[in-house]
C-alpha cells in the first residue's frame, strides 16, 4: 500500500489507455507459444458527456464451467457533471475515508506487480473494493481443443478504470488479471485516447476487452505399474508379492500474486498393503531429487501404510516456479500382507490426493487457500471356497464352495444300489502355480458348517495344479491332477468386473455390481459345464477317496478263523488217511 496520490491529470489518462489496452494474462496464442494478437474490443457508443453510468462488455475467456469470476476496480475514473468535459481522468481507489484514505496503487498508469500482489491477497482491502460479481457464463465449450472442453465465457458489463479479475471455487489455479476499460473520441484509433479536451458534443466509445485467462489444472493421477514401471492393467498379485505405483502430478506456476503456497501429495494405504520404506522416489521435470536437494525441496514423512510428501514453500515459490508448471513424479512399492489382504472383489486400496493452493492469500486461519483431488488404485487377490467380498453378511456373499474333499460312499435303497460323497476332512492337498512354481498348501476342514472344503487364498491370476498329498487315516490317496486356471476382467476405473475358476473344466464366473461409491451391492454367478450349457449356480468340483481294504491284526478274530479252517483240513485229511489204510489191510 501506498500514499495517497493526487488526482491524476488528463494527461495521465491518455498514458494509461495505453496500458490498459493489454491484459496481466496472455491471450489465446501466448498460451500457445505464439506472439500475442491486440485483444478484441467491445465497443458501446456513448452520446453526450461521459458519466459513471457508462460500461462495456468485458468477457473473460477459457474459465472452467461454474467458477466464479470477480472483478474488483482499483483504478477509478474521474467525472465532472459541472464541467464541459465531463470525464477528466483516472484515479488510484482509495481504502479509507477523508485524510486517512489510502490509495490502493502509486500510479494509476501502471500499478507495479508487487502492487497488485498485495492487493490479490489481501482480502480486507478487495472487500472495500468497488467489485463486480455478476459475471455470466456462456456456453461450456464441450469441443475443439482438449484444453478448452469444459470450459465457457464469462462477460460483465464493467465501468472505465482498471479491474482485478480473480477466478476462484474451481480445481484450477488461476492467475489473477489486470482489465482496463476506457474511453476514446470516436475518430480516434482503438486501444488509444486522443489528447486534449473531450469534446462532450461528439460520439465517444467506451471500450472493454475480451481476454484469456490462463490456469494450472492440477491432477493427481496413481496407477499401478509393472517393475520396469511400464503401466499395466494386470491389478491381480498373489500375497507377499511386491505392488509397484506410481504418482503424477504437478507443481503448479503460481504468479506473483501468490505470497504463500500449499501443495502436498499424500498417500494412503490400506491395511492389505505395507509400504515398503526405502522404495520411495521423486522426481521433478524427469530428474529425481536426491541427496542435498532434498532438504530444499520437500519434506517427507512416513508410516507403515502410507507417506506424506509437502513441497516446500521457497522451492514452489522460486523464480523457476513462478516461470512454469513442474511435473512430479513419485515412484515406490508395497507388499500385499498376506494376512490381511482383501480377497475377490475386496480390494486392496491405495489413495493419493494432491492438496494445492488455488486462490491468492490467507484463510481467516491464516493458512493458503487450498483445493484437494485424489486418485485411487485397486490391487485383487484371489480364492477359492472363500467369501467373495470381504466380511459382509449378504445373502450373496457365502463361502464359495467349489472344491469339495468326499468319501466315496455305496448305499442301495429299494434293491438299487448308487454311490455318493460324504464330506472329509484332514486330506492335505498342494496347488502349484504352474508360471511362477509357488506353492499353496490346504487340508480339507473338519468344521461342521465347510466340512470337506478345501480354502487357497492369495492367489494371483494364472494357471494351477492341484493334487492331493496326502490322505487321511485309513483312505487311498486320489493321485489325479487337476487344472486349475483364474482369470479376471476389470472396469475402467481399475475396479473388478468379474473373475472365473476353471477347474476340471467347469467354469464358474463371479460378476459384481458396484453403487455410486464402488461398493458391491451384489455377485452374480454363471457356471459353464464341459458340455457347453450354463447355469446360474455354483458346481462344486468333487475330490473322491476311498476306504482301504481291512488287514487283520495280530491275536485277532481274523487269525482264528485261519487256524481253525487249517486245523479242520489237518484233521480231515488225517481221517482219510487212516480209513485208507484200513480199507488196504483187509
Not at 491275536?555 to 484233521?571: D, E, L, R, S
Amino acid at each position: 500500500m501506498k500514499k495517497m496520490k493526487k488526482i491524476l491529470g488528463l494527461v495521465l489518462a491518455m498514458a494509461m489507455v495505453l496500458g490498459m489496452s493489454v491484459t496481466a494474462l496472455a491471450d489465446e496464442n501466448d498460451q500457445q507459444g505464439q506472439t500475442p494478437a491486440a485483444p478484441a474490443t467491445n465497443s458501446t457508443t456513448i452520446t453526450g458527456k461521459p458519466s459513471a453510468d457508462d460500461k462495456a462488455d468485458v468477457t473473460i475467456k477459457n474459465v472452467e464451467a461454474n467458477a466464479t469470476v470477480t472483478a474488483y476496480r482499483i483504478v477509478n475514473p474521474v467525472y465532472d457533471a459541472n464541467s464541459a468535459e465531463g470525464f477528466k481522468g483516472y484515479e488510484s481507489a482509495k481504502v479509507g475515508e477523508g485524510d486517512a484514505a489510502i490509495s490502493i496503487v502509486a500510479t494509476a498508469k501502471a500499478p507495479p506487480a508487487e502492487e497488485i500482489t498485495d492487493i490479490a491477497a489481501d482480502s480486507s482491502v478487495l472487500t472495500a473494493l468497488t467489485s463486480e460479481s455478476g459475471f455470466t457464463q456462456g456456453e461450456v465449450k464441450t469441443t475443439g481443443d482438449a484444453d478448452e472442453k469444459g470450459k465457457a465465457d464469462y462477460t460483465a458489463k464493467l465501468g472505465a478504470g482498471y479491474w482485478l479479475v480473480l477466478i476462484t471455487g474451481t480445481a484450477d489455479v488461476y492467475n489473477p488479471m489486470l482489465v482496463g476499460v476506457y474511453y476514446a473520441n470516436a475518430s480516434g484509433d482503438n486501444n488509444t485516447l486522443e489528447g486534449g479536451i473531450l469534446d462532450s458534443n461528439s460520439s465517444f466509445t467506451i471500450n472493454g476487452v475480451d481476454v484469456y485467462a490462463k490456469s494450472t489444472k492440477p491432477s493427481v493421477d496413481k496407477k499401478i505399474v509393472d517393475k520396469n514401471g511400464n503401466a499395466t492393467t494386470d491389478f491381480d498379485v498373489a500375497t507377499e508379492e511386491t505392488v509397484y505405483f506410481q504418482i503424477d502430478t504437478v507443481i503448479p506456476s503460481y504468479s506473483e500474486e501468490y505470497e504463500n503456497a500449499t501443495v502436498k501429495v499424500k498417500d494412503e494405504l490400506s491395511e492389505g498393503l505395507t509400504l515398503n520404506q526405502d522404495s520411495v522416489k521423486v522426481y521433478v521435470d524427469n530428474t529425481e531429487i536426491t541427496g542435498e536437494a532434498i532438504e530444499k525441496t520437500y519434506e517427507i514423512t512416513k508410516a507403515a501404510n502410507g507417506f506424506t510428501i509437502t513441497f516446500k514453500k521457497d522451492y514452489i515459490l522460486s523464480d523457476e516456479g513462478r516461470k512454469t508448471v513442474r511435473n512430479v513424479v513419485v515412484k515406490y512399492d508395497a507388499t500385499l500382507d498376506k494376512d490381511k489382504a482383501g480377497i475377490n472383489f475386496d480390494p486392496n486400496t491405495n489413495k493419493a490426493t494432491l492438496t494445492y493452493t488455488n486462490k491468492p492469500g490467507t484463510d481467516a486461519n491464516g493458512e493458503p487457500y487450498t483445493n484437494e483431488t485424489e486418485d485411487i488404485t485397486y490391487t485383487y487377490t484371489f480364492g477359492i471356497d472363500v467369501r467373495p467380498y470381504g466380511d459382509s453378511d449378504a445373502t450373496w456373499n457365502t463361502i464359495t464352495k467349489e472344491l469339495l474333499k468326499g468319501e466315496v460312499v455305496s448305499e442301495t435303497v429299494n434293491g438299487v444300489t448308487t454311490t455318493k460323497i460324504v464330506p472329509l476332512g484332514g486330506a492335505e492337498f498342494e496347488l502349484k502355480n504352474t508360471a511362477t512354481n509357488k506353492v499353496y498348501t490346504s487340508t480339507s476342514s473338519n468344521e461342521e458348517e465347510t466340512k470337506g472344503y478345501l480354502s487357497f487364498k492369495g492367489l494371483d491370476a494364472g494357471s494351477y495344479t492341484l493334487k492331493e498329498t496326502k490322505a487321511p487315516e485309513g483312505f487311498s490317496l486320489n493321485t489325479k491332477e487337476y487344472a486349475v486356471e483364474i482369470s479376471a476382467n476389470y472396469n475402467e476405473d481399475g475396479t473388478l468386473k468379474d473373475y472365473t475358476i476353471t477347474i476340471d473344466g467347469v467354469s464358474t464366473t463371479y460378476k459384481a455390481t458396484y453403487d455410486e461409491n464402488k461398493t458391491v451391492t451384489g455377485i452374480q454367478t454363471e457356471t459353464q459345464k464341459e458340455d457347453g450349457t450354463t447355469v446360474t449356480e455354483i458346481i462344486t468340483t468333487e475330490i473322491p477317496n476311498t476306504r482301504l481294504s481291512s488287514l487283520p491284526s495280530t491275536g485277532g478274530i481274523g487269525t482264528t478263523i485261519f487256524t481253525i479252517g487249517g486245523c479242520a483240513i489237518m484233521i480231515i485229511a488225517a481221517g482219510l488217511y487212516f480209513v485208507s489204510r484200513r480199507k488196504s489191510g483187509k
